[in-house]
T-cell receptor
Framework: GNSVTQMEGPVTLSEEAFLTINCTYT??????LFWYVQYPGEGLQLLLK?????DKGSNKGFEATYRKETTSFHLEKGSVQVSDSAVYFC???????????????FGKGTHLIIQP | EAGVAQSPRYKIIEKRQSVAFWCNPI?????LYWYQQILGQGPKLLIQ????????DSQLPKDRFSAERLKGVDSTLKIQPAKLEDSAVYLC???????????FGPGTRLTVL
């Protein structure tokens, strides 16, 4: 079956540091890949996505590239801010192998803490 | 535009009792999902509806969980009887179609004692 593995947290960084959160996946077909974010006291929201190999998703200074050869979708940001403190979830959807069902398979989440 | 609405926000019950959660998706969203998020884990899909039909319920524990989406709009998720391990946040999400962004509600936090 499908699965997502992401680095355990919490990850603590200083403001303006470079961020990488690792994510690898296992899928039977050709999944689409996502990063969702949950800010304190808020609901889950989509951060970025990529639908095919070598696609790069980007939003709010965050980027992730769909690497089929390494089955990875690592999240990066060049200079983090205190406001980036949140829980980040890597996820995949594989509707073409699941009869059209596009429910998300999530990783466990990575808690990111940015210190001023 | 109003977001996904869920109620109640919190619920505490004893094991073996029944509980129901309600979800109102974003207007016009044909696809509705229920996820279960246990503390420290990512959300797990329980069921997906397209309009009022079930697309995927392969991970729904059907001996105790049931869900319906009458008229293709609101949905209810029921647990009967509840077990201790059902303590979790139950998230509802909706989207306009396959691989489109899923919009999540605030969730219902269930505690089973």
């Amino acid at each position: 079956g499908n699965s997502v593995t992401q680095m355990e947290g919490p990850v603590t960084l200083s403001e303006e540091a470079f961020l990488t959160i690792n994510c690898t996946y296992t899928a039977t077909g050709y999944p689409s890949l996502f990063w969702y974010v949950q800010y304190p006291g808020e609901g889950l929201q989509l951060l970025l996505k990529a639908t095919k190999a070598d696609d790069k998703g980007s939003n709010k200074g965050f980027e992730a590239t769909y690497r089929k050869e390494t089955t990875s979708f690592h999240l990066e940001k060049g200079s983090v801010q205190v406001s980036d403190s949140a829980v980040y979830f890597c996820a995949l959807s594989d509707p073409y192998s699941g009869g059209g069902a596009d429910g998300l398979t999530f990783g466990k989440g990575t808690h990111l803490i940015i210190q001023p | 535009e109003a977001g996904v609405a869920q109620s109640p926000r919190y619920k505490i019950i004893e094991k073996r009792q029944s509980v129901a959660f309600w979800c109102n998706p974003i207007s016009g969203h044909a696809t509705l999902y229920w996820y279960q998020q246990i503390l420290g884990q990512g959300p797990k899909l329980l069921i997906q509806f397209q309009n009022n039909g079930v697309v995927d319920d392969s991970q729904l524990p059907k001996d105790r969980f049931s869900a319906e989406r009458l008229k293709g709009v609101d949905s209810t998720l029921k647990i009967q009887p509840a077990k201790l391990e059902d303590s979790a946040v139950y998230l509802c999400a909706s989207s306009t179609g396959t691989l489109n962004e899923q919009f999540f509600g605030p969730g219902t936090r269930l505690t089973v004692l």
